[in-house]
């Protein structure tokens, strides 16, 4: 019997098989659970990449489309699920984050307003938006897990992403503050660089892949998402009824280690 036999899990950031959200949605299933997946912009990928989930591709687990920057969609959520036979939701996982290429690279001092603006309603309030979205088909034991990347340094390239994820951060923590009376957990899992699509799209970011294995205590695969994604699934689970707020990092340990030991093994 898997950690989350009987849970119904939405999970979404799913693109490709290199997607976190995939290999969170892998593990959801290998664990009992029954996952919903949202797509945005391309559900029909998302659909094709579904196919090969353990549910496999005669019975991939359903998709919805759902633009989390769009009011009417999240508006329609609560309401799309039940169609589909989902009258509850136990877990959310949240893969969801996007800046355009002019908040990331080194421009950090020449970004407008328009585009931080758009980095930080997709990637942290798009949390809050979410979860309130799905918020009436969550009862109590709840669990909301995010996807993070460690926003208490200031990294190289990463600009306002980087100031996206410290929202998302400060976003999880006042959710968790206002929905635990409600018996709903909130929790972030801080991963080290992933060779994904996402990351890809970031200039320069080759630099922190390069670097991360040579500093990490534990040393670090860009192209393993299984630790990732194990930790995603244990906080959707039960076993940890009593953890919010929290940020978990996996990441091979570099979190501990001082900056300036990264910094010079990286140079």
Same mark, same amino acid.
């Given at each position: ?69 769009? *009011? ?13 036979? !989902? ?10 984050? !996007?800046?355009?290429?002019?908040a990331?690279?080194?421009?950090f #001092? ?14 942290? !309030? ?8 799905? #918020? ?7 669990s ?7 926003a ?15 929202? #998302? ?29 996402? *990351? ?9 892949t ?20 194990? *930790? ?7 076993? !940890? ?27």
């Amino acid at each position: 019997m898997g950690i989350l036999e009987g849970k119904r899990i939405l999970v979404t950031g799913v693109l490709t098989d290199a997607s976190i959200g995939f290999h969170v949605a892998r593990i959801a299933q290998e664990q009992g659970a029954e996952v919903v997946l949202t797509a945005y912009p391309r559900p029909t990928l998302t659909a094709r990449t579904a196919k090969r989930l353990p549910s496999g591709p005669d019975s991939p687990p359903p998709v919805l489309e759902l633009d989390v920057t769009d *009011a009417g969609q999240l508006g329609a959520l609560a309401g799309n699920l039940r169609e589909l036979g !989902f009258d509850r939701i136990d877990g959310i996982m949240h893969a969801i984050a !996007f800046a355009p290429q002019n908040a990331l690279g080194g421009n950090f #001092l020449e970004t407008e307003w328009e585009d931080v603006a758009t980095a930080v309603h997709a990637s942290a !309030f798009s949390l809050k938006s979410l979860t309130m979205a799905c #918020l009436p088909l969550m009862k109590e034991g709840g669990s909301v897990v995010g996807l993070d990347f460690d926003a208490t340094k200031a990294w190289p390239v990463y600009d306002w992403m980087g100031v996206a994820k410290a929202g #998302l951060e400060s976003c999880a923590r006042y959710l968790a503050k206002y929905l635990g009376p409600k018996g709903i957990r909130v929790n972030l899992v801080a991963a080290g660089p992933l060779a994904t699509m996402a *990351a890809k799209s970031i200039p320069g970011f080759e630099g922190m892949t390069e670097m991360w294995p040579h500093v990490a205590p534990l040393g670090w695969d860009i192209k393993d998402s299984e630790p990732t994604a194990r *930790a995603c699934a244990a906080l959707l689970s039960d076993w !940890f009824p009593a953890t919010t707020g929290e940020i978990l990092h996996v990441d091979g340990g570099l979190h501990a280690i001082g900056a300036a030991s990264s910094q010079t093994a990286g140079a």
